[in-house]
């Protein structure tokens, strides 16, 4: 089992940012046997919707219209750690914030973050 918990979330204006942490309770996100890391949002009331992610054998991340070009996921091997660096924020990206891994051909799940962006 691979055991994730999100961290970071908070309140902002727009125009601003933040960054979500993602830490695994053993190795991943940063053992080998990963094959990809990512985030998802929910806001109430709407479906889960993809924000992007990371795949290791690429070693590139692939974003959703959405957010792409404001927001970044990147991984720290070292801290087993993969981000989600949140810029040019709007109120549209108020949800609540999951990260993934991929190992095996199963997803595990972190336990979400709130993220509310004021206007």
């Known amino acids: 089992q691979v055991q994730l918990v999100e961290s970071g979330g908070g309140s902002g204006p727009t125009g601003g940012s933040l960054r979500l942490s993602c830490v695994g309770s053993t190795r991943t996100p940063g053992n080998k046997g990963i094959d990809s890391l990512g985030w998802v949002r929910q806001a109430p009331g709407k479906e889960q919707e993809f924000v992007g992610i990371?795949?290791?054998?690429?070693?590139?991340?692939h974003y959703a219209d959405s957010v792409l070009g404001r927001f970044t996921v990147t991984l720290d091997n070292a801290k087993n750690t993969v981000y989600l660096q949140m810029g040019n924020l709007v109120p549209e990206d108020t949800a609540v914030y999951r990260c993934?891994?991929?190992?095996?051909?199963?997803?595990?799940w972190g336990q979400g973050t709130q993220v509310t962006v004021s206007s």
């Open positions: 990371f795949k290791r054998a690429e070693n590139a991340a």
């Open positions: 993934f891994a991929d190992q095996n051909a199963i997803r595990y």
